[in-house]
Nanobody, 131 residues
Framework: QVPLVESGGGSVQAGGSLRLSCAAD????????IGWFRQVQGKEREGVAS????????YYSGRAQGRFTISQDDSKATTYLDLNNIKSEDAGMYYC????????????????????????WGQGTQVTVSS
C-alpha cells in the first residue's frame, strides 16, 4: 500500500497552470510536514514547497515563491501544489513526501539543500511544459 498518492500532472503550455494533489492513503497527516519535490533525470532532487500541517505554515523555494502555492485540506488528508505561470524549467517529476513529528523549523528545511528525513514518498507525477 502506497501511503501517498500524487495526481494532477500532465502537459501544460508555458504560462499555464496545474494543480497537483497528494492524498494520504489510509492515515491522517496531523503533525506532519508535507513536502513537494521536483526531480529532473540526472539532476539532484530539489524541494519546491512544504507545509507544516499542524499550523498550515508554508515554505517555498526561491523558484516557487510567488508562483506556486501549497495548501492542505484536512478533511481529505490531501495536500495541493498549485503551479501558476509555469516556466519550462518547472518541468520534471514531482513527488510529495511526508515526515511525522517534524517541527516547523525542520519543515522549512525541506526547500533547502538540507531537508529533513521524510518517512513516506509518493510515486510521482510528471509535469511537461511546452513552449
Amino acid at each position: 500500500q502506497v501511503p501517498l498518492v500524487e495526481s494532477g500532472g500532465g502537459s501544460v503550455q508555458a504560462g499555464g497552470s496545474l494543480r497537483l494533489s497528494c492524498a494520504a492513503d489510509g492515515y491522517t497527516f496531523i503533525s506532519h510536514c508535507i513536502g513537494w519535490f521536483r526531480q529532473v533525470q540526472g539532476k539532484e532532487r530539489e524541494g519546491v514547497a512544504s507545509i507544516y500541517t499542524s499550523s498550515a505554515t508554508t515554505y517555498y523555494s526561491g523558484r516557487a515563491q510567488g508562483r506556486f502555492t501549497i495548501s492542505q485540506d484536512d478533511s481529505k488528508a490531501t495536500t495541493y501544489l498549485d503551479l501558476n505561470n509555469i516556466k519550462s524549467e518547472d518541468a520534471g517529476m514531482y513527488y510529495c513526501a511526508s515526515a511525522w513529528l517534524v517541527g516547523p523549523t525542520d519543515c522549512s528545511r525541506a526547500v533547502t539543500r538540507s531537508p529533513p528525513d521524510f518517512d513516506h514518498w509518493g510515486q510521482g507525477t510528471q509535469v511537461t511544459v511546452s513552449s
